[in-house]
Nanobody
Framework: EVQLQASGGGLVQAGGSLRLSCVAS????????IGWFRQVPGKEREGVSW????????DYLDSVKGRFTISRDNAKNALYLQMNSLKPEDTAIYYC????????????WGQGTQVTVSS
């Protein structure tokens, strides 16, 4: 059974930092791209960052470039999102999701973790 478990959210003041973690099980990590998404109630979900678990290539949403860093630990089947210089507009529920490498949809989703940034 494929499972993605996200954690690390919380309440932080603007300018602060949080580190999100996503631990995966039930699939071969190296064959997948894992991404972080976020959603605010009433708004569309947006992709924040993704990383290819085989070669480490990654990309970011423009608004988080330079502030967020995605990383992986294949030995632990874990994915991280270091979020620095947080802004109130980063407030959302953050989800990790996985898809196979190639033109595939994100098939597996973890439960969300709430990130709240106060001004």
């Amino acid at each position: 059974e494929v499972q993605l478990q996200a954690s690390g959210g919380g309440l932080v003041q603007a300018g602060g930092s949080l580190r999100l973690s996503c631990v995966a099980s039930g699939f071969t990590f190296d064959d997948y791209i894992i991404g972080w998404f976020r959603q605010v109630p009433g708004k569309e979900r947006e992709g924040v960052s993704w990383i290819c678990m085989s070669d480490g290539s990654s990309d970011y949403l423009d608004s988080v470039k330079g502030r967020f860093t995605i990383s992986r630990d294949n030995a632990k089947n874990a994915l991280y999102l270091q979020m620095n210089s947080l802004k109130p507009e980063d407030t959302a529920i953050y989800y990790c999701a996985a898809r196979q490498i190639g033109p595939q949809q994100y098939r597996y989703w973890g439960q969300g973790t709430q990130v709240t940034v106060s001004s």
